[in-house]
């Protein structure tokens, strides 16, 4: 039987079109995946896919979107983080829109969270097995620099994994010269969801996470992760350019879902309408492409 991967891009707000592709998959049973990647956000969205909860993703985003104590200014200023970590990794994940425990335990789908090692400037693919414990990783996976705290996990620190991957579909097929994750089993296929339009090219600009890191000099003490910072841009848009080239072979690996427009949410929207209508833009995309993710996944 194939072996088939799921990769979820990160993106802050933008996951509400991860939340909606996902919600249609699950909504027609299409569970049959060994694996799941999520990188930031993509692992937060993740993590609801592998307790099948239909919708979860979606309310915590809409109904937190405008609470300080959600993503904010205050929150960075208060806790030094600027997703708030206590509210959304404990009071959110256990009491205001739990987790269903025993469904994530007891589902066999593996779920790595992806991170960045600070010290190295490498990704590291953290894997997801039990929860409460592990949302630590799931926190290390989307905290942003430099408006985030390092995340220490065995004497490792972390932050965002979207600086060094931030689409894993290489790790997650075992292509070559792609890490190798112990206990992993290279995919045969993979399903992308990205929360980029195809055209969309990034760049090093004075609005990016990783351009105000660069000037705040937190992280001068760390060389190479200051260098994969200067260069997450480049690597991304040949990451995509891969990504791309490989959909286009005939009888290809993988099949991408991405916006087919323009994303205008941003990392930390507030405006709800916006929200869900990139939510209704997920699914309209996995509804009308449902025999072709059928077919893919076989």
Known sequence: MAENALVLEGGGFRGMFTAGVLDVLMENGLYNFSSVWGVSAGAITASSFKSRQIGRSMRIML???????????WSFATTG???????????????????????????????????????????????????????VKVKASASLPPVSRMVEINGHRYLDGGTTDSIPYEVALGMEGAAQVPGHTPADKALIVMTQHRAYHKTLSPLTYEYLALRSHRYDDFPYYVEALKKRADRYNAMRARLFALEAEEHSPVLVIAPEKPVEVGVSEKDGGKLLDLYLQGRAQATQRLDEVRAFLG
Do not use: K
């Open 63 to 73: 109904a937190f979107r405008d609470d300080r104590r959600f993503m904010s200014l």
């Open 81 to 135: 983080d600027i997703a708030g970590s206590e509210f959304l990794y404990d009071e959110v994940q256990n009491r205001l829109d739990p987790i269903d425990l025993p469904a994530f335990t007891e589902n066999p789908l593996r779920m790595y969270a992806v991170a960045t090692d600070v010290v190295f400037g490498t990704p590291a693919y953290l894997p997801c097995v039990n929860m409460p414990e592990d949302v």
